[in-house]
């Protein structure tokens, strides 16, 4: 075997080493994008369940409306809202409505602090009522019998509650919404 021959049979073999190790590199670098991708994907699926869990978990639930009336009046002082279940009660960052269909309308009542008559305050607290999670909600007077009235509690997060009640023909000073 000649000098030429060795020398053409070993360039051969160099070249193909340089086109092997070239495939390596180029089949390391996509595999690398692929992965920093697919890891990508996975941490914004994981946030995106987080924040789900997050507003989940922050759904209010009513468990009770009932309206106050001072006893001199025809129509209703405020309307407390009970919260059971695990969502606990609204923020302080919540933005309450009221609407009835007699043109009462609040578009966004002031979280203060509960006074001892909220009547026809355009405010709501949070009231402990013997360990219960009762808010207050100031109406017009325009809470008289018979009246269908909306409520709407927005939360930062999480879901709306709408609450929907008529105001029943007599009136005491403790009436149950339904």
Known sequence: MSFH??????????EAAIVLIAFIIVAAVFSYVVLGAGFFTSQTAQATVHT??????SV???SGVYGIKDATNNYLDYVNV???GGG??????????YDDNNGGRIGNLTYGDCPTNQANSPTWCIANDSGANVVMVGVPNTATPNTQFNLNFQPSTGVA??????IPGALTPVVALN
């Open 88 to 97: 606990g009660v609204p923020g302080s960052d919540t933005v309450v409505s």
């Open 5 to 14: 021959e060795i020398w053409d049979e070993a360039f051969t073999g160099l």
């Open 82 to 84: 009970t919260f059971g």
């Open 161 to 166: 509650v709408p609450i929907t009640a008529t």
């Open 52 to 57: 789900a869990v997050g507003q989940t978990s």
């Open 60 to 62: 209010l639930e009513v």
